[in-house]
């Protein structure tokens, strides 16, 4: 049996002379329970939020993404498309050409991103990406577009005028300085079909279709990008492996982190930066043990002399109120923990936490999403953290009673 341990339970809960012990040490309890519990809540939520912006970046980015390493584009061999088509755990491939254009439609114009892909049965419906309208490109011979959210909204397209088009010029390639600027520019234009869910990296795009864009941009045979989506049975990581391996250094393969990685950069330092000032806080909190330790040794200072009589060292004093003051911190800490669960069970079925009245929101309850890792992280915190003020304060407590006495 560990004497010191079962010293430390026999004082957590025995009666104290003193009643003001067991109200700091209550509010000790209560501090970190507190603090553990905002930890695990707010983690979770950003944890959800996290998966939100991501599963929304993720429907419409693909899995991987194979980019020249040099230069804005590159030119294609029907062996490496083979090649690549063939490769195992490649689902979906779609050829990319993308260019800043200028849009037009009626008097209002605006600088976006022309992405013409190409047409595959293959490429999943993503009517589920569009806030308004239907996801497609071609039908028959007629072209269409999809444009983002900030295109739409500056130039204030309307699906249902069908008459209406989107005007899209690109200069054009070889004419420089002709004596008839409009000679300088390719125009063509294109019929809206659907707008794009809000999300920022989108907003400025026009999709349309591979031919459109080689006729438009007067670029034959150069891709700016291949996007493919690899199959859910395999790993991305090998795949992305295969492939780089496979198509040698003069292009690089990133998957979603790698396509934007200030995004990701983004969110994942605002949670950690939001754990921080909240285990800080939390800090203070378990500073509370100093007090409670500092009067219950003074309250337990005959039971001192007794052990000590009996050949108890300065060691297992010391360790005795050191488990004390980590009982404290750990009991807070798990029924906060435990509590932290409990309201996060209760979002993700009750939903008390909303968004607040808005339109165009994709959901408006606050997403929750719970991972085993935090609830580790924050206990190893709170252990540490107490683990260390206990140390402290049971060595500088202990010592000045026994110098005192």
């Not at 569009?130 to 072209?143: A, N, R, T, Y």
């Amino acid at each position: 049996m560990n004497l010191a341990l079962y010293f430390a339970k026999r004082y957590l809960f025995s009666k104290k002379t003193v009643n003001a012990i067991n109200i700091i040490s209550g509010i000790s309890v209560v501090g970190v329970l507190v603090s553990s519990a905002s930890l695990i809540v707010i983690l979770s939520f950003y944890n959800g939020l996290e998966n939100l912006i991501f599963s929304m970046y993720s429907a419409f980015t693909p899995d991987l993404r194979i980019e020249a390493t040099k230069g804005k584009g590159f030119a294609l061999d029907p062996q490496t498309t083979t090649s690549i088509k063939k490769q195992p755990g490649v689902a979906t491939y779609s050829e990319v050409l993308q260019e800043r254009v200028l849009l037009r439609y009626g008097d209002a114009q605006y600088i976006g991103t022309l992405k013409g892909m190409t047409v595959d049965d293959s490429v999943p419906a993503m009517d589920t990406l569009l806030d308004d309208g239907h996801f497609v490109l071609k039908h028959g011979e007629d072209s269409y577009a999809i444009m983002g959210a900030r295109v739409q909204g500056t130039l204030g397209v309307s699906l249902q005028d069908e008459l209406r088009r989107i005007e899209v010029f690109s200069p054009r390639k070889g004419v420089v300085n002709s004596l008839n600027p409009a000679e300088e520019f390719t125009m063509r234009t294109i019929r809206p079909a659907g707008v794009l869910q809000y999300q920022q990296e989108f907003d400025d795009l026009l999709i349309v279709p591979m031919d459109f864009a080689r006729e438009l941009l007067g670029e034959a045979e150069q891709v700016s990008a291949i996007e493919i989506n690899v199959a859910q049975e395999m790993d991305l990581a090998n795949v992305q492996r295969a492939l780089a391996a496979a198509l040698g250094d003069g292009y690089v393969v990133k998957d979603r982190e790698q396509q934007n990685p200030t995004l990701y950069k983004i969110v994942r330092t605002e949670k950690w930066a939001v754990f921080l000032i909240i285990a800080f806080t939390g800090m203070i909190a378990i500073f509370n043990i100093v007090g409670s330790l500092t009067m219950l040794v003074i309250d337990k200072k005959k039971d001192i002399s007794v052990l000590m009589g009996m050949g108890a060292n300065h060691t297992l004093i010391r360790r005795i109120f050191f488990y004390e003051g980590l009982l404290i911190s750990l009991m807070g800490c798990v029924a906060g923990l435990l509590l932290g669960f409990l309201f996060c069970i209760s979002q993700q079925t009750f939903g008390w936490i909303r968004f607040g009245e808005g339109e165009n929101l994709v959901t408006d309850v606050y997403p929750v999403a719970m991972r085993a890792g935090d609830f580790l992280l924050v206990f190893l915190t709170v252990f540490v953290v107490s683990a260390v003020i206990s140390s402290v304060s049971s060595q500088l407590s202990v010592k000045q009673t026994v110098r005192l006495s």
